[in-house]
């Protein structure tokens, strides 16, 4: 089993940047990759970013790129999503997932959730 605790989000006007941080516990935190995903009030769940146990790569959603970048720190048991460049459409929930193997942007794909932290941007 792997516990995921989000937090980071909260309100910040369009053009800002929140840094989510998604803290690990339970089993070897470096084993697992980890995404994030969001879903606003209405709309599936969409994948933000994911990274591989050893952060070599990353890999973002289409509509993020550019400007959400995804990082971990394995001392730490802890991944961050650093988001630049609000705008109001990422509005939303954000949830990290884990999984063993190689990072996905699919959320089927992850065995383990976090219980979310919201993220409200306003013009």
């Known amino acids: 089993q792997v516990q995921l605790v989000e937090s980071g989000g909260g309100w910040v006007q369009v053009g800002g940047s929140l840094r989510l941080s998604c803290v690990a516990s339970?089993?070897?935190?470096?084993?697992?990759?980890i995404g994030w995903f969001r879903q606003a009030p209405g709309k599936e769940r969409e994948s933000v970013a994911a990274?591989?146990?050893?952060?070599?790569?990353?890999y973002n959603g289409a509509t993020v790129k550019g400007r959400f970048t995804i990082s971990r720190d394995n001392a730490k048991n802890t991944v961050y999503l650093q988001m630049n460049t609000l705008q109001p459409e990422d509005t939303a929930d954000y949830y990290c997932?884990?999984?063993?193997?190689?990072?996905?942007?699919?959320?089927?794909?992850?065995?383990?959730w976090g219980q979310g932290t919201q993220v409200t941007v306003s013009s």
């Open positions: 990274i591989p146990w050893s952060g070599r790569s990353t």
């Open positions: 339970g089993r070897t935190f470096s084993r697992y990759a």
């Open positions: 997932a884990a999984r063993e193997g190689i990072p996905r942007l699919v959320d089927y794909e992850y065995d383990y």
